[in-house]
């Protein structure tokens, strides 16, 4: 008799559990179904009466657009004229002439053509302004207009007229166009004899197969270690970074997992081929721009011991979106779920509230933290993004070289040395000599260019509190000679920064002449996270002592 009521009271507990899901799925979709109609009678009755005429694709656009805002930064609508830029950001291709251009003062300017590309090929040079496209004037036209006529079918021509600084004429030249394949692995090779090095920019299609071929190629040296550098890198396909992870982790090795709404969604991704190399100490660099896929590579290198991770802490992208088509060839990339490294722990930032201007993660609340653990048994801490094991933060740049760099000055000295000057010597070898470094502060100077010192703001804001309080009387004197020592003195600042100047220069110029490969060689020599990643992959009894059980990896000092 017991075992009857017992019966019956679960069947009637299941039966009101259902009639409260069907409730509850029903009142939902009443929900969407009244607020669908609100929606459709609102802008029915907007663009019967509002005064002025509307434009029914904008205004819907910018709601659809503020809607999914509202949600999570990674979750957009993909409008029919945005198709290209999409497959290019997932396959790394599109149709056009190859060139990175940007708008510098009110003008649209080739900031970089790629190596090997019909920019380049067909004598555009870095600095040129575009001043027509196919007759359109450029004049009031956005980079991304200027962008969408750039682009078309492959193999046919777009006349671009130019204008070169240090020319007294504007030309015109056809350049016809081709499939551009960005290179995922722009620059590959050893740094100094023992360490291989390989830059992986993206992770688009097949960039596995290119980080795979640089690596076996580099293998032929023999070397002791191995530097993936992922700095800058913003992420891309999933699937892309978990065969990444595969070349360097036995097979079977879990590399991420992901969990959503959708339960047959979840999957769990292990290695599942041979790979190349388990044994070669690994360096993996980031940064705050390393996001996304870089994040997964990054953090399943360290959840399983196989390596080091050296640079600053990553940006905090653990969300998976999956596209969704949708009418008129548009389409939603939604979030779908969250990854999960092999530790356990979520590379996104739990806390929106938080975070740098770049998006990236910033103070992260201890509680929002939780504790796990590597293959070893360290710790590491969730929170957002994934915390490298030797932390170095990029150094700041001056005042003076941000304002270099902003008013373009560095850029175009670099156009106009680059136009004068035939030649020059291997990127690892080019120097900016005191010669050249005079012809920059010549420049500078007579560009009448002017800038704005921090201390100095900060010194007026404290000397306007010290008014306020009456105490400016009492150190006055003082306050005066220290605002005299803070106030930009161009030649002095010049002097005093010209090293981080000279650095700008170097790569500006070197990349009007080998382009980003050069740009990067040119580089390496003097790059703090690499000089440092090489040093600690050198020696193997330094480098295990990083993977002992119990040591912790955070942010914080324990």
């Keep these: 008799m017991n075992w009857k009521k017992f019966w019956i009271g679960t069947l009637i507990v299941i039966i009101a559990g259902l009639g409260f899901y069907s409730f509850n799925r029903d009142q939902k979709n009443f929900e969407i179904a009244k607020n669908l109609e609100i929606y459709y009678t609102l802008f029915r009755e907007l663009n019967m009466f509002y005064v002025d005429d ?3 694709n904008k205004l819907v656009k910018t709601s659809i657009e503020e809607m999914l805002e509202s949600l999570d930064p990674y979750t957009n609508y993909i409008s029919e004229d945005q198709m290209e830029d999409f497959r290019f950001m997932t396959t790394g291709e599109y149709a056009g002439i190859g060139a990175l251009i940007g708008q510098q003062k009110g003008k649209i300017v080739i900031s970089e053509p790629y190596e090997g590309f019909p920019a380049q090929k067909f004598g555009l040079k870095a600095g040129d302004i575009i001043l027509e496209v196919e007759g359109k004037s450029t004049e009031k036209m956005t980079t991304e207009d200027v962008s969408n006529l750039l682009k078309g079918p492959a193999k046919k021509p777009v006349k671009i007229k130019v204008e070169r600084p240090g020319e007294k004429k504007p030309f015109e030249v056809d350049v016809v166009r081709e499939k551009i394949n960005i290179d995922a692995v722009p620059y590959y090779g050893m740094v100094e004899n023992n360490t291989a090095y390989i830059r992986l920019s993206q992770f688009t299609a097949n960039c596995s197969e290119d980080v795979k071929k640089a690596f076996l190629e580099l293998k032929q ?13 913003g992420g891309g396909l999933l699937q892309e970074a978990v065969k990444i ?3 360097f982790v036995p097979k079977g090795s879990e590399i991420v997992s992901t969990k959503g709404k959708v339960k047959q969604w979840d999957k769990t991704y292990t290695a599942t081929s041979t790979p190349l190399d388990t044994a070669i100490r690994i360096a993996v660099l980031t940064n705050r721009g390393s996001a996304s896929a870089s994040e997964i590579v990054a953090g399943a290198i360290q959840d399983l011991d196989r390596g080091l991770v050296i640079g600053s802490r990553t940006f905090g992208k653990g969300l998976v979106q999956t596209t969704r088509d949708l009418a008129y060839n548009s389409k939603l990339k939604v979030t779908t779920a969250k990854y999960y490294i092999p530790s356990g722990r979520c590379i996104q930032a739990l806390d929106y509230s938080h975070r740098n201007e770049d998006g990236s993660v910033g103070h992260v609340p201890d509680s929002l933290i939780s504790e796990f653990t590597t293959k070893k048994g360290r710790k590491v801490y969730d929170g957002g993004g994934i915390v490298p094991d030797i932390v170095l933060e990029p150094e700041q740049l ?3 070289s941000i304002g270099l760099i902003t008013n373009f000055l560095v850029f175009d000295f670099a156009t106009i040395f680059a136009n004068q000057t035939e030649s020059i010597t291997e990127p690892e070898k080019f120097e900016i000599t005191d010669e050249i470094f005079k012809q920059f502060s010549d420049f500078v100077k007579e560009n009448d260019f002017e800038y704005e010192s921090q201390s100095k703001q900060m010194l007026e804001d404290l000397i306007e509190q010290a008014k306020e309080e009456k105490y400016y009387e009492l150190a006055s004197s003082e306050f005066e000679e220290i605002k005299a020592k803070l106030s930009p003195q161009l030649d002095k600042d010049l002097n005093v920064f010209s090293n981080e100047i000279k650095s700008l220069l170097k790569n500006e110029i070197v990349s009007r002449f080998y382009y980003q490969k050069g740009a990067i060689r040119a580089s390496i020599g003097e790059d703090e996270v690499i ?11 330094s480098y295990t002592s990083y993977f002992e059980p119990g040591i912790i990896i955070t942010m914080k000092r324990p």
């Design 54 to 56: 509307v434009n029914p």
């Design 221 to 233: 040296n023999n070397p002791e270690a191995l530097i993936l550098d992922l700095r800058g890198n």
């Design 245 to 247: 992870v595969n070349l």
């Design 398 to 400: 001056s005042n003076l």
């Design 531 to 541: 000089l440092k990643a090489v040093d600690e992959l050198k020696s193997p009894m």
